[in-house]
């Protein structure tokens, strides 16, 4: 599978926050909050994590998509700042 990376776009932050909540279920599956709290955190933290890689203004902020296929599959943010 060829891959390649497509810039995101203000429109594409619907379909990435659907992706985190997928990514999440399994470990707030034991907390005791109604599904509009959970909805709620995870808006939160989304929108959290969105507004802390914007920091990065030197950042390439990408979706990672299969050449043959419609869906993506994850964003990607790479930064000259970032060390590992």
């Known amino acids: 599978m060829s891959l390649k ?5 203000r429109s594409d932050y619907s379909h990435l926050f659907k992706i985190s909540i997928s990514s999440r279920a399994d470990e707030l599956k034991f ?6 709290q959970k909805n709620a955190f995870l808006e939160a933290q ?3 994590q ?3 890689y ?6 390439s902020f990408d979706l990672i998509k ?4 419609p869906a993506e599959i994850r ?3 790479i930064s000259s700042r970032i060390r590992l």
């Open 46 to 48: 989304f929108q959290a």
């Open 31 to 36: 907390v005791p909050w109604t599904d509009e």
């Open 54 to 59: 914007s920091t990065y203004s030197d950042g």
């Open 5 to 9: 990376l497509v810039p995101i776009s």
């Open 66 to 69: 299969p050449e043959d296929q």
């Open 75 to 77: 964003r990607i943010i």
């Open 50 to 52: 969105t507004d802390h």
